[in-house]
């Protein structure tokens, strides 16, 4: 029990070292090695001819992207990067399809080819909205508006961790596994928030068990390691059996991020497994929704992980063979991509169809009032069924089944032009760094799994709507800290002794 109570209170007082000069050299030579590595391959991997000035613009926002998380590696912020993560994703959403995937998007259910002079601009534009999000992340903390922010740290006590963590895997992890087993129709009985607020949950009690088992100096006891990772596999098998990818990686992104934090090292090899996971599982998902959403009766948990081996191993024997690969990552690619659909709407308005002049958001004003008074309340998703109507990117007759992704950026500027999109990105960047200050402080323990679940749920939602984003991040920020205060010692934890000074050894080989 020592051991436990040990790490459990290591996880809350104990800041990770300061990153020696070496140390913050190696990071940002790195960050340049990959910014070079990446300029010589998508030099000659391209989808098709990509003109020189478009490759330069998509080259300047792969390295826009990928700076926040150069420059938290080499020190300049602490916490968990999630907004670093964050803009890592728009990497893969807005510059990498530039190189990656044809200049042509699918209007109408037929794919209608882009111009080129349409991709620069709309790379420009979204150049400038990431540095705008970026500056209103870094502004964040020297707003007057800081000193009034509260902080909500929220260390666990000791004697009441393994009470939650009960409660996040047997009690609401337990609930989703009995949805999954029942196709649903128990989160169809419960309201939707409370649902979610159950992933939210089970998300802490993974982010928190990281914490105590990945913390440098934590003396867990190996069993607990043993039940992360185990509880983490069987939350990704329930999510593979929804024949949903995002709720397969949801769970691992929160482990990854909670071991990327403690430790404050690049996890190559995670990150390779799970860029191979995400390549053979997105390209096996078609044949397995086919089989297993259209049977006749509902297969088992057991019977789904069989198909999913199947399909799976049907799709890595392809990738012995170029065509194989090269259809793997297009269909990669095209899951992730956002900035053909930006150059889409940037073509057509204000030309074709004019701005919304903020009717996307509309949603913000009565989406707190209850359905219980207002049952006929339109659906948090109603701004992305508008959006892909107006702009053919769904038909009518997919109102109901298919959802399509907008994106903070493509949605500013649908509704405001290219100030909008500076002036919008801008406020959402001041609001994460917000939001970290509030949550993501240096002694911050649950407030820190909180900030960690929260993210993870919105990298996969990057293309949601802003009216989506603002109930999650109502749910999240302020539901699951409530919840987490009953097992806390107190919101804020106690300010820890200043440590000694560290020689420059000590310090680089911290992060070695």
């Known amino acids: 029990m020592s051991a436990v109570s040990s790490s459990s209170t290591s996880a809350t007082t104990a800041t990770p070292p300061v990153p020696g000069r070496a140390y913050s050299l190696l990071a940002l030579g790195g960050y340049a090695a990959v910014i070079s590595a990446s300029a ?77 002079v349409t991709m620069r601009r709309a790379l420009e534009i979204t150049i400038l909205g990431i540095t705008a999000m970026i500056g209103g992340y870094y502004l964040a903390p020297q707003s007057p508006l800081s000193r009034w922010l509260p902080r909500a740290d929220l260390p666990m006590k000791p004697g009441r961790f393994f009470t939650f963590l009960f409660i996040a895997f047997g009690v609401a992890g337990g609930l989703q596994m009995i949805n999954q087993a029942t196709a649903g129709s128990l989160a169809a009985r419960l309201p939707g928030q409370l649902f979610s607020l159950f992933t939210f949950v089970t998300g802490a009690g993974i982010a928190l068990l990281a914490f105590r088992v990945f913390s440098p100096g934590a003396k867990s006891p190996p069993h607990l390691k043993v039940i992360l990772y185990g509880v983490v596999a069987a939350f990704a098998m329930i999510g593979a059996g929804t024949g949903m990818l995002e709720a397969v990686f949801t769970p691992m992104l929160v482990l990854l991020a909670a071991r990327w934090s ?109 359905r219980a008074i207002w049952p006929d309340k339109p659906i948090a998703q109603e701004a992305n069924v508008m959006f892909a109507l107006d702009y053919g990117l769904l038909v009518d007759s997919q109102r109901d089944t298919t959802r399509m992704g907008i994106g903070f950026l493509t949605e500013a500027y649908a509704n405001f032009g290219v100030w909008g999109v500076m002036g919008v990105m801008f406020l959402i960047g001041w609001l994460f760094g917000a939001i970290g200050m509030v949550f993501n402080g240096p002694l911050s323990d649950g407030g820190r799994a909180t ?15 802003t009216t989506m984003f603002f109930f999650l991040a109502i749910q999240g920020f302020i539901a699951l800290p409530i919840i987490l205060r009953y097992f806390a010692t107190s919101w804020r934890a106690p300010v820890a002794p200043l440590p000694s000074a560290a020689s420059p050894g000590e310090e680089t080989a911290g992060h070695a």
Request: aromatic share 16%; hydrophobic share 50%; charged share 15%.
């Open 451 to 465: 900030y960690v679940v929260v993210f993870a749920f919105f990298m996969n939602g990057l293309g949601s709507a």
């Open 262 to 370: 403690a430790r404050q090292r690049v996890p190559i090899v995670w990150l390779l497994v799970g860029w191979a996971a995400i390549l053979v599982m997105n390209s096996a998902k078609a044949d397995y929704r086919n089989e297993v959403w259209f049977a006749e009766k509902i297969p088992t948990v057991t019977e789904q992980l069989a198909v999913w081996m199947d399909k799976s191993s049907a799709v890595v024997k392809s990738l012995s063979t170029s065509d194989g690969l090269n259809d793997a990552v297009v269909r990669t690619v095209h899951r992730f991509d956002m900035i053909h659909i930006f150059a889409h709407v940037l073509g057509l308005t204000p030309g074709e169809l004019p701005f919304y002049e903020g009717a996307s958001y509309s949603y913000l004003f009565y989406g707190w009032i209850p």
């Open 40 to 116: 010589v391959v998508f030099q000659y991997w391209q989808a098709e001819p990509v003109p020189e000035d478009v490759y330069l613009l998509g080259m300047g926002l792969l390295a826009l992207c990928l700076l926040p998380l150069a420059l938290w590696q080499a020190g300049a912020r602490s916490g968990a990067p999630m907004f670093e993560l964050l803009c890592v994703a728009y990497a893969i959403a807005y510059a990498i399809p530039v190189f990656l995937h044809e200049n042509s998007i699918r209007v109408f259910n037929t794919y209608s080819p882009l111009d080129w």
